[in-house]
C-alpha cells in the first residue's frame, strides 16, 4: 500500500501527532510517513493508539517545521531492522539505519517485533555457559538463557568485563554479542565503540543505540531492534548469544514519557499502567531453544538507590541473578572488582554445579565473611591476638581473594600480562588446595592476577 495515502495530520505536539484516518487498513505499530516536495523521507510515525478514525502516533525525529495538513503514507512491514549476517561488525540506531559510515550490501530486513518463539520451542533446561573468569564461574554460574542484573557505577570495570565476556564466549563457542545502548551517554557509546575496533572485536558483534539525547521513541525501540538482531543470530545462525542492556531502566522511562504524552493515567510514581506487561513483552523474547541461546546482561540504573522503586522491581522480578561490581574493591586494585556478597545466580544449586562446587562456594564465603570480621579485631588488637584457626582464615582468605583476580584479555597492552582463561574444573582444584593449606608458604601476592595456578 506504500505510495496511496492513508491519513492527515490534525494535531501535533513534541511527543505525539493526530492522525484522521482514511482507511482501515492502518493498525497499532504501523509506520507512516510524509516526504517533502524533493521527494525524500523526512518524517516517520509510528502508530500507538487508534479511536475510531483519530490515530494516534509517536514521531520518530523532531516535528520541527512539520504543519497541519500534511497527508502520510504507509510504510510496508513496519519498523524493521536487517537480519542477516551482514548485522555483525555495525551500528544502528533504534530504527534499524546505520550510524558508522557502513552500507548494507544485500537488505533482508524483519519486523522488529515479531515473536518467532512458542512455548514449546522455549529450553529451560539450558547447559551452564562458563565463562572462563573465574569468580563470574565460582560465585555467578551463568545458565544459557538466563538473566543477569549487572549493577555498578562509572570507572568500576564494567565496560573491560563486557569486552572479556564477549571475548571469552567467542573463543569458547565461536558465538556473538548483541550491544544495546538505551538512554546512556552518547559519548560512553562512541567510546565503546572505539574500544571495540582496538580489542578487535568490533566483527564479531552488532550494536544498537537510542541515546539520552534521542527522542523517547528513539529510546523506547532500540531494545526492540537489538533483540531482533540477536533473535537472528540465535535462530538463524544457532548460537548462543550474549545480549548487553545498558541501561533497561531507561526504557521503562521512555514508555513513560511516551504514556504521560498521551494522558494516560500513570499508576504510583508516575510509571505507565502498561509498565509490566512492557517488560514482561521484552524479557519473555530472551530464552533458550534447543539449538541457540540468548543470554542477557541488563545494567539497572536505581533511583535514588531505592532498590523498591516499582519499576526496579518489576525488572528484577524477571533476573535470574546478577554481577555488582564494586569501587571498593576496585580501589584495592582487584579486579573483575566483582562483590562476591552481593553477586548471585539461581544456578547456585548442587544439582546444577555439582555437590563439590556448591560445598566449596559455601565454605568461601564462610571465610570471606570471617575474613571480614577478623579485619576488624586486627586493627585494634592486633593480629597476634588471633587463634591458629583464625590466622589459617585470615591469611587462606587474603590468597582467595587474590586468587579470583584475573589477567584479561582484552586489558593485554595495559597490563602487560597475557590474558587467561580458567576451566572451572581448574578453579575448584585451585580453591580447594589454597582452603587445605596447599599454599600456606606461599606469598599471597604471588596468587595475584594468575590464570590456573597449575600453569607455570
Known sequence: MEGNKVGTIIGISDLNVKIL???????????????????RLIRRFEIVEIDSNIAFAIPFESVY????????ELIEGGLKIQYSDEILGKM??????????????VYKRK???EKKLSIKDININGDILWTGIKV?????????????GLLGGAGVGKT??????INNIYKRFSSNAIFVGVGERSREGQELYAEMIQSNLLDKMSMVFGQMGDSSCSRSKAIYSGLTLAEYLRDEKNQDVLLFIDNIYRFVQAKSEISTELKRIPIENGYPTTMVSDINEIEERINSTENGSITSFQAIYIPADDINDDAVQAIMTHLDGQIVLDRKIAEKGLYPAIN???????????????????????????????YEELEEIIAVLGIDELSDSDKNVFYRSRKLRNYFTQPLFVSENYTGKAGKMVSIIDTLKDVEDILNGAYDQVDESSLLYRGSLNER
Open 111 to 113: 519486523n522488529v517485533y
Open 160 to 165: 573491560v568485563l563486557i569486552k572479556e565476556l
Open 340 to 370: 562476591v556478597f552481593k553477586s548471585t545466580s539461581k544456578a547456585i544449586d548442587p544439582q546444577r554445579i555439582g555437590p563439590k562446587h556448591y560445598e566449596l562456594l559455601q565454605q568461601v564465603l564462610k571465610y570471606l565473611t570471617r
Open 21 to 39: 484516518l482514511n482507511t482501515d487498513d492502518v493498525k497499532i505499530n504501523d509506520i507512516l510517513y510524509y516526504r517533502d516536495e524533493a521527494n
Open 136 to 148: 563470574i564461574d565460582f560465585f555467578a554460574p551463568l545458565q544459557k538463557g538466563y538473566k543477569m
Open 92 to 105: 544502528f540506531n533504534s530504527y534499524g539505519d546505520l550510524i558508522d559510515g557502513n552500507k548494507i550490501k
Open 65 to 72: 517545521g512539520l504543519k497541519k495538513g500534511v497527508e502520510l
